[in-house]
């Protein structure tokens, strides 16, 4: 069985409404016509080129990404650049390419929601890089019942799947938390406002040396006990493509909906002092 992409679309919009995304996303339609036939779909976080090699691969007719393919702009799309073979093979073998990105995030089920859920953290609320609360659940407080900071950070490293640089913890680990903020994704911007509205624990990815060094040492000089988790960018996100998955699945039966292992995390290894391969293989 199969379904107009537009129809499919529709549905998407319904879950994850493009109003949604932040003013410099692009969420949406990449390659791909709305009447072309679909029963195929894989689910990822980023699209690559061993990413599309699987879903010609796997005969997907589909590529839903979390990551906009073609945020920032690019001059051409000639077959030996990066994006521009991606494109082509995509439209060479009838692929059509979509993605859900903050509109997804924003969702009762969406990036970060998802992770919260898989720790244990519950009582969900929004809030923006502002400090204001809100319902767009890509930043969200949530209440973590008295869980040791070492606990969280274990739960973390059992549910996200293996990246080379795993979960990193700033914090004592037997600090007890309650209150606990977390963005799925590249969070800096959110790192003030988790502070100001008073989590124990600030949880996120991609998080910079001096964004965090800075909330540490404000921490300490008002005597708050402060812990922050950053975890992969990617296994943070992948988290979430198996909800989407069994959504979109209970919805639509007849078509199938597949989540790609592929690792698009960028790191492959770590070495300790003795030049020893650490992490992943
Ligand atoms: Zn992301």
Known sequence: MSIALGSLIEQFEKRWPLASAVAWDAPGLVTGSLTQ????VLLTVDVTAAIVAEAIEGEFDLVLAHHPFLLRPVNNLTEHSAKGNVVSSLIKNNIALYSAHTNADASLS?????LAK????SDLKGFDAQGSIGTDLSAALGQ????SLGEIAANLASVLPQTASSVRVAGSFDQIVNKVALVAGAGDSFADAAYQLGAELFISSDLRHHVVLELLERAKAA?????VIDISHWAA?????EVAASELASENSDLTFQVCDVRTDV???????????AGLA
């Open 237 to 241: 996100e992948w988290l979430w493509l």
């Open 144 to 147: 973590a019942q008295s869980m």
């Open 110 to 114: 969406g990036t970060t929601a998802t």
């Open 223 to 227: 005597g708050r006990e402060f812990g």
């Open 267 to 277: 790191w492959d290894f770590v070495v300790n002092p003795s030049g020893n391969q």
């Open 118 to 121: 898989a720790i244990g953290i």
């Open 37 to 40: 036939s679909i029963s195929r």
